[in-house]
Structures are given as C-alpha cells and as structure tokens.
C-alpha cells in the first residue's frame, strides 16, 4: 500500500462486509480484550512462563511461540477449532497475515554472531529457519493447516493496521474466505537494545470474515471494519476512511503522535481516547492489531459510537486510521459471550 491508499466502504466489489469474528490475546496483564478498555489490570493474564512452553512450540523463536498462542485463543473465539483444537474453517482459503517489525531479530543476530565465531558450519538446522522474514506466519499457517495467502507485514508504525487492511482486501477481492491477522512483537535482549528501553512481549490475533459467511454458521461478529486509509497526515487519512462524514465516533484509539488539521481536530476533540502505549509499552507491529482489538471490545459492549484507530504521525513517513463500526443488529454479541480464553 502506498503512502496514499485508501479503502473507503466496508464492502468490496463483490459486495461483502468483513467483520470481526474472534480475538486472541498473549499479553501479560491483560485477561480478556475487554480489559483493554482500561483500567487495565497490570496483573494476570497471559503468563509467558508458562504460556509459552509445550510440544508443539519447540524449536520455534519467542515471537513464534507468541502468535502461535493468540492465533489459537482467536481461533476458539471465532468457533473456528474442534474439541482437539484442529481448524474447522475452509482451510483452503484462509489467509494468515503477520505484522511485526522485531519479531525474528533475536534469530537474525544470533544467526550472524555464529556464522562470525565458527562459519556456517556451526549453524544448527533446528534454527536456520527462524531467520526468515516470514517465519511467523508460516507457522501459524502450518500449525492449522491455512492454505490461502500468507505474508508478513513489516511497516513501522503503521504496520498492524495495514494488516488487518490487507486482510479485508484479499477477503474482499475473493483470494480468501478469512483471514488469522496477528501481530507480534517479542520481549527480549536484542529487541531491548534496539529500541534502547524494555520491550513489551505481546501477540494479539484478529479472524476477520464475510459477514455473511459469519451469519451462515452462526458467529457473533464483534465489529465491522468500515474504511481504512495510510496517508501523508492525519487529517486526509480521516477523511479518505468516511470518520470525518459519516456516524458518531465514539472511541478515538490513538498512539499518542497525532497532529490533526483543524477540520479534523473539532472532530476528534469530543471524543475519548486510549493510548495503549501509554499503559503497556513499547507494541510497534502489534499495536494495530491490538486497537482492532480494543475497537471490538468497544463495539461488543454497546458502546455509542464507531470507533477510530490512528497510528503515526509528524514524526513518521505515514499516517494509517481504520474506522470500525457494529456489526448487523442480528449478528452483534453480548460481552459474557465473548473474550475468555481456554
């Protein structure tokens, strides 16, 4: 997407919503997405001591293991698993999108520091995969069997919610029925140093889906994405996602580097904001995700209002907003539906 791409409607050419079906989260602190309406609990949560171990996360890089988690929480959310947690989906044309901008850099490092000390003999076969950019997607993709697209979104800031953007698309334009849209980023050393402050473990996953398609098996959708836009300044992202002219905002989630117009500043001077940041440190690629996320939560809980999410700014070569509205009255759930993980 270039820096002056739009999607306006929540329909595409064949005429189909993409809502939100299931949510996941592996982010310590945080219990169910609608904690993130804050205030957030600080405590309890997804516990990476112990969620993050098992069989089938063996040999797999922290960031992995991470969006392995939130993917299968999502997943059960959406209806989507079996008692055995096994895919019940049409796998065959179901996408897996990640966004991450740090999330295989500790495998990278480590890779390069043993090819330095003892060539590339001394790298081991186990590890060798995790270096590459799509490593991520590639095992959620194989641990549910989703034969449909398959890509890593690495974007700087505005990264999470280009992803869930190219996931509404390819629903959309009819390459998938659905799509697993996880973002990622790793708690660790490498991660730390580059960022010159603690990073935050955190993997949150989306499952985006036709909302008649929803309705034909009877998910409740939490949200509908209405429009999306990445552009040079806030206000033109605004007005290219519709936020500007269509219903009520009631919930502006924000990253906290903004810079509206004046249109756009009288606009979201009236609304609440959350800054997720703010609360849980560094997100990067999950923050998009995550406000997608919290946007749901807003949206299930009967809230007044659609819901935007900005990222970027000033400081950054972009601005990215995804306008999210309810779903279809008949489709919408009742938060003590929604929101426990197993």
């Known amino acids: 997407m270039n820096a002056t791409s739009t999607a306006r409607s929540g329909s595409g050419p064949n005429g189909r919503e993409v809502v939100v079906t299931g949510i996941g989260l592996a982010l310590p602190g945080v219990g169910t997405y609608g904690d993130l309406l804050g205030p957030l609990p600080g405590e309890g949560g997804f516990d990476p001591a112990t969620g993050l171990v098992g069989r089938e996360l063996r040999h797999k890089d922290r960031a992995s293991r991470l969006a392995l988690r939130a993917a299968e929480f999502a997943l059960h959310d959406a209806g989507l698993t079996d008692a055995d947690?096994?895919?019940?989906?049409a796998a065959d044309s179901t996408a897996v999108l990640v966004s991450t901008n740090w999330g295989n850099a500790d495998s990278v490092c480590e890779a390069v520091d043993t090819i330095a000390t003892a060539g590339v003999t001394g790298l081991s076969p186990l590890g060798l995969p995790q270096t590459s950019s799509n490593v991520i997607a590639g095992w959620v993709a194989i641990r549910y069997r989703l034969r449909g697209p398959n890509l890593t979104v690495s974007n700087g800031v505005t990264s999470g919610l280009d992803a869930v953007a190219w996931a509404r698309n390819l629903i959309t334009a009819g390459r998938a029925e659905a799509a697993v849209v996880v973002g990622v980023e790793p708690g660790n050393h490498v991660v730390t140093k580059i960022l010159g402050e603690q990073s935050t473990d955190a993997a949150v996953a989306v499952v985006l889906e036709p909302a008649d398609a929803a309705a034909s098996r009877g998910a409740r959708p939490s949200a509908t994405i209405a429009g999306y836009a990445r552009s040079r300044n806030l206000a033109e992202a605004l007005a290219s996602t519709g936020a500007t002219e269509?219903?009520?905002?009631?919930?502006?989630?924000?990253?906290?580097?903004?810079?509206a117009g004046a249109g756009a500043g009288r606009l979201l001077a009236a609304m609440r904001r959350i800054d997720l940041e703010s609360q849980l440190g560094p997100l990067s690629g999950a923050l998009g995700v995550l406000q997608c996320a919290t946007a749901a939560a807003h949206l299930?809980?009967?809230?007044?209002?659609?819901?935007?999410?900005?990222?970027g700014g000033p400081r950054h070569d972009a601005t990215a907003a995804l306008l999210l509205t309810p779903p279809p009255p008949a489709l919408r759930p009742s938060m003590q539906e929604r929101g426990q993980h197993p």
């Open 85 to 89: 947690a096994m895919f019940t989906g």
């Open 246 to 259: 269509g219903g009520p905002v009631g919930l502006w989630l924000t990253d906290g580097t903004e810079s």
């Open 300 to 311: 299930a809980s009967g809230a007044a209002g659609n819901v935007l999410a900005t990222v």
